[in-house]
């Protein structure tokens, strides 16, 4: 039996090192909901399984960077490379392809076009930008200690431990701290 990955970070990480489980994982999850719009929307299978293996690159890319955070779950990423990748296909094909995607519904995200799908993860690669130089401009220990937290998700006793508080109360309190300030950065970084 093949073991699994908890969480989207563990996936990316493990994917990020080249783990197959974490790939063999993500192809089973997604690639049917991928499969299954693409064919609704007048591709076939072979089409799924192309789109599907050039977003899985794209993501595989994305994750080398050390900088890239994912700000949606890896389903709705996937996903949303596919219809980019999908839309630019047909581009090649058809004069016109934008009128077949006028009325496209995204379960996921509410009732929406792809342009709109488009534009909030645009919004979202903007405002990750703005907290990536946040983050740069918090300094140390502050940013290490969030990233153990958010990213590394580990625990206050494990941060206590690391970053040589005496108890983990005293690791929260400094968290919430650097919180603070990593919050009054990012929104002077959006006032830019």
Not at 98 to 111: K, W
Not at 172 to 191: G, H, I, P, S, V
Request: neutral net charge; proline residues 2%.
């Amino acid at each position: 039996m093949v073991s699994s990955i908890n969480t989207d970070q563990q996936i990316l990480t493990a994917l990020a090192a080249g783990d197959r489980v974490a790939t063999a994982q993500i192809y089973r999850v997604n690639h049917p909901i991928v499969n299954g719009w693409l064919i609704k929307k007048g591709g076939t299978s072979e089409d799924a399984a192309d789109i599907f293996q050039e977003a899985m690159v794209v993501l595989y890319n994305k994750v080398q960077d050390e900088n890239f955070r994912l700000t949606c779950s890896i389903n709705t990423y996937l996903l949303s490379i596919c219809k980019h990748l999908w839309l630019k296909k047909l581009q090649k094909l058809h004069k016109d392809p934008v009128s077949l995607f006028d009325n496209i519904e995204d379960t996921e995200m509410g009732n929406g076009s792809y342009n709109e799908d488009i534009n909030v993860h645009k919004e979202r690669e903007l405002h990750y930008e703005q907290l990536n130089n946040a983050l740069d401009q918090i300094g140390e220990p502050c940013r290490s200690l969030l990233k153990s937290y958010y990213h590394q998700d580990k625990s206050m006793q494990q941060i206590a431990k690391d970053f040589g508080y005496t108890n983990p109360e005293n690791a929260k309190n400094q968290k919430y701290k650097c919180l603070t300030r990593l919050r009054k950065l990012f929104y002077n970084e959006q006032a830019k």
